[in-house]
């Protein structure tokens, strides 16, 4: 695993998402001119199935990222953002 450093421009972390013990976990949630610093992660095909069925009612998306290193990567399916 090499996780690169992102940022995921027009977005914020929030505290939103229902789990199933009552609490709340981390989601992201579109914000206009907010930067969130964020880590960027390639997954196994398997793993994304695992990740798909312990956390009920999320969605992947396809989002656009920056790295640290100026490049922009798309965060698609076999892709996760870590924050």
């Known amino acids: 695993m090499n996780p690169q450093r992102a940022i995921l421009n027009g977005y914020s ?10 609490s ?6 579109q914000e206009l001119n907010s930067p969130l610093k964020a880590f960027l992660y390639k997954f ?13 009612g999320y969605m992947r998306r396809e989002i656009e990222v920056a790295s640290v290193r100026r490049k ?3 965060a698609d399916n ?5 924050i």
């Open 13 to 22: 972390m929030a505290f939103d998402h229902p789990s199933q013990d009552g």
């Open 24 to 29: 709340s976990t981390a989601n992201i949630q």
């Open 44 to 56: 196994a095909p398997s793993v994304l199935e695992f990740l798909d069925k312990a956390n009920l």
């Open 72 to 74: 922009s990567h798309k």
């Open 78 to 82: 076999s892709s996760g953002v870590h």
